[in-house]
């Protein structure tokens, strides 16, 4: 058993990844082989890096769920049932009683090197997200998702000032990998503004053309940075993709070369 106070890994995993085509089609984006093994697998590395073991994973299941729960039932599921009409914002939203004691939340389609984990465990921060400062060398050749998707994220110092895709690429500090994590502090605020921003924005257009039903992580986190919430950067030098596309996945490998 896994004992109260313990923070925990959050997997936000219930896509389907339809740019991946057929890849999908009998078992959800994060199962998809990249290098040779399923993204799970080099996510799950990398947070073992960082002290946290398969059975302490909180994975947020929908697309194809009995497939992840099948081949790993060491993890704990919480299921985002609405999958098809949400995005990764309220799917993380789905496991906040898990959120209490801290967590470390991720993306399911990206891999990325535990020194990555390791240095946000060591952050003193209340909220701290990891930033690729050489992710431009990843959109070279790139044609099917291009810089203007990035979620980009400009600071001062240690301390984000912005996060937006539509932050110019030459202003940009660099690149939010999906990775994040919160203290308790951190889980107390980020569901209290999810809670205030839903009751204000539910139904209606959200942040830069999106939906609150269908906003990204860092649309709340501006939304947060906007009204004097502070978050906090740590930095790796590459060592970390996105898995998109099959064009991404024919390029991983180069890519991981580089990191």
Same mark, same amino acid.
């Given at each position: ?89 309220? #799917?993380?939203?789905? @496991? &906040? =009683?898990?959120? +209490? !004691? ?80 919160? #203290?308790?502090?951190? @889980? &107390? =605020?980020?569901? +209290? !503004?999810f809670d205030e921003a839903r009751a204000e924005y539910a139904g209606l257009q959200f942040r830069e053309g999106r939906t609150f039903e269908r906003a990204y992580l860092i649309d709340l986190f501006q939304w947060m940075l906007e009204r004097g919430a502070r978050f906090d950067r740590v930095d790796t030098d590459g060592g970390y993709m996105e ?17």
């Amino acid at each position: 058993m896994i004992g109260a106070g313990v923070m925990r890994p959050i997997v936000i995993g219930a896509g389907r990844g339809s740019r991946l085509g057929g890849l999908t089609d009998e078992v959800p984006k994060t199962l998809v082989h990249v290098m040779g093994r399923p993204m799970l697998e080099w996510i799950l590395d990398a947070l073992g890096e960082a002290g946290f073991a398969r059975r302490d994973v909180i994975f947020i299941c929908g697309y194809k769920a009995d497939v992840v729960r099948a081949r790993y039932p060491e993890f704990t599921f919480v299921e985002n049932a609405d999958w098809e009409r949400n995005n990764i914002l309220l #799917s993380l939203m789905c @496991a &906040r =009683e898990h959120m +209490a !004691s801290g967590f470390v939340s991720t993306y399911a389609d990206i891999v990325y090197r535990g020194r990555a984990v390791r240095a946000l465990t060591e952050s003193p921060h209340d909220k701290t997200l990891v930033c690729d400062t050489a992710w431009r060398r990843r959109y070279v050749g790139r044609t099917e998702h291009p810089e203007t998707d990035a979620e980009k994220l400009r600071a001062d110092g240690s301390r984000i000032v912005e996060l937006s895709r539509r932050i110019p690429s030459e202003a940009a500090s660099g690149e939010f990998i999906g990775v994040a994590r919160f #203290s308790a502090d951190g @889980a &107390r =605020e980020l569901s +209290a !503004s999810f809670d205030e921003a839903r009751a204000e924005y539910a139904g209606l257009q959200f942040r830069e053309g999106r939906t609150f039903e269908r906003a990204y992580l860092i649309d709340l986190f501006q939304w947060m940075l906007e009204r004097g919430a502070r978050f906090d950067r740590v930095d790796t030098d590459g060592g970390y993709m996105e898995l998109d596309t099959q064009q991404d996945l024919s390029l991983a490998a180069s890519w991981w070369g580089d990191g």
